[in-house]
């Protein structure tokens, strides 16, 4: 733990222009909601306490992080980021804190390391971290004397067209003394700037005024973008997915089109999967080695053993076992067990269902709440009738056991191993091992059934 170091995450504000009716922390990037990627990059500098600051819709925040070790604080109406901060003064014990907006989620926890190293060298009130960017817009400009000092941040609001054209943006990220006179420096600020707030940003202009600011330049400006709208959370999302795919790529991935791809960060694969485009991988997947995946799949809290295809499907909560090959235009939700080289095709949903090493099931079928042993073949159009409109009944069937098309097995009911059921069969009865069962109404052939109509 770094003892002399508490944190500050900013998460008050109202978050307008997410135009959202939900908190603008709790929207999600690469499947995360923003304020836990903050609370990961915080985890990497480990403070000593994670103070983190709420106010428009507070309970909603709290609610989604409940069971946390976070010290909250409230600042309701929320009056601009310094007055959030002086919010923040009791819960503040270390000598030292960070303080970071609760909308910048690709921060590393290295820039904040960096920072606090900084910080604790000059024995300054405040340390800056900034970044240049090519377009700065909506960002605080960072500004510096002739001698290259840090002496002022300014709000794009309150900027003329000189300042504007400034390209060294204040990533809202700072590094503080738990200091008497920063305390005061943040009583005594000031709303008299076009928004009518209390900027943290003037803590920047006084400290240096008293020769106690200085700013770390971060070299990685893509690492700092701040989510301030949707435009900026898309922007987001594009260069978390380009980080993740590139370093798959580097590990001995194949991206065929690593633009219309999206894999999240915690996503595992293993060497020379090919992944082709239009596949989203979401959630807590691995992949084995020598899988091809897409094109056009999702795949969300799902594994894939070695060697396994998919095409054109949807994956959740599924397991795939080595050499298998599902889709194209399968549906594997919750729950789904697939064996070693078995076979999912076409329009084949399975549920709470487990297929048995080298079993098929290739066409137009329903498989839920079943057992199906290995090598047993499911006909086109079979199904599992495991809802009775009330509970869910199980349906066993051993392996190498043969279901026709077209059959409709009303569960609970038990196949046994090498059995027949014949195409076309209703089964609400148990069938043997080894058994043949048709249940389906005997054929009626009336023969020259054209020339008896004439005659009438
Ligand atoms: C802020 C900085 C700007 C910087 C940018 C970096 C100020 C005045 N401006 O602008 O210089 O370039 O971040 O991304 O600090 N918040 C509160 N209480 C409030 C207001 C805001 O907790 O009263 C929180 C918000 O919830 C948010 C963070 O502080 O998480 C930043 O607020 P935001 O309104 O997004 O500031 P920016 O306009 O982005
Ligand atoms: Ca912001």
Redesign the pocket.
Same mark, same amino acid.
């Given at each position: 733990m770094n003892s002399g170091l508490d944190v500050v995450?900013?998460?008050?504000?109202?978050?307008t222009?997410m135009r959202s009716q939900y908190p603008?922390?709790l929207h999600h990037l690469g499947g995360t909601c923003l304020l836990e990627h903050v609370l990961r990059t915080v985890a990497g500098v480990h403070p000593q306490r994670t103070i983190v600051?709420? *106010?428009?819709k507070q309970h909603q925040v709290q609610e989604a992080f409940s069971g946390r070790e976070l010290v909250y604080v409230t600042?309701d109406?929320?009056?601009?980021? *310094?007055?959030?901060v002086r919010c923040a003064k009791a819960a503040v014990h270390a000598p030292q804190f960070v303080v970071l907006? *609760?909308?910048?989620p690709l921060l590393p926890p290295q820039a904040v390391e960096e920072l606090v190293e900084q910080h604790k060298k000059s024995r300054n009130l405040v340390t800056v971290l900034t970044t240049e960017v090519a377009d700065p817009t909506?960002? *605080?400009?960072v500004l510096r004397g002739a001698g290259g000092q840090l002496t002022a941040?300014v !709000?794009?609001a309150d900027a003329g067209e000189e300042v504007r054209s400034v390209r060294e943006?204040?990533?809202?990220?700072y590094c503080l003394s738990n200091a008497p006179q920063l305390w005061s420096a943040l009583d005594e600020l000031s709303p008299a700037n076009a928004?009518g !707030?209390?900027?943290?940003? !003037?803590l920047v202009r006084v400290a240096a005024e008293l020769g106690a600011a200085s700013a770390l330049l971060w070299p990685r400006s893509e690492e700092?973008?701040?989510?301030?709208d949707r435009r900026d959370l898309a922007q987001a999302e594009r260069i978390l997915n380009q980080r993740t795919i590139e370093k798959l790529m580097l590990s001995g991935v194949t991206v065929v089109d690593p633009e219309h791809t999206y894999v999240s960060p915690q996503t595992l694969v293993g060497q020379d999967t090919v992944v082709f485009p239009g596949t989203h991988i979401h959630g807590e997947c691995w992949l084995g080695r020598g899988c091809r995946i897409g094109p056009g799949t999702q795949m969300i809290d799902s594994q894939l053993e070695d060697g396994v295809t998919v095409e054109w499907s949807v994956l959740q909560g599924a397991q795939v076992g080595a050499e298998a090959h599902i889709g194209p235009y399968a549906h594997l939700r919750p729950g789904a067990r697939i064996g070693k080289r078995a076979r999912v095709g076409n329009f084949v949903e399975l549920k709470a269902a487990s297929l048995g090493d080298g079993a098929k099931a290739g066409h137009l079928a329903y498989i839920g709440d079943a057992t199906i042993g290995a090598g047993a073949n499911i006909g086109a159009g079979a199904i599992t009738c495991n809802y009775d409109g009330t509970s869910k009944h199980p349906t066993h069937i051993g392996a190498g056991a043969f279901i026709g098309s077209n059959v409709a097995l009303v569960a609970p009911v038990t196949i046994g191993d090498h059995a027949v059921v014949g195409a076309g069969s209703v089964i609400t009865q148990d069938v043997p091992p080894g058994a043949l069962a048709v249940a389906r109404a005997t054929q009626v052939v009336k023969p020259s059934w054209k020339d008896r109509r004439e005659v009438t």
């Open positions: 995450i900013l998460a008050a504000g109202k978050g222009r603008k922390v600051v709420l *106010g428009h600042q109406p929320p009056a601009g980021t *310094g007055h959030a907006p *609760g909308d910048v909506g960002y *605080g400009r941040v !709000e794009e943006i204040n990533a809202g990220v928004q !707030e209390l900027y943290l940003t !003037e700092l973008i701040g989510i301030n």
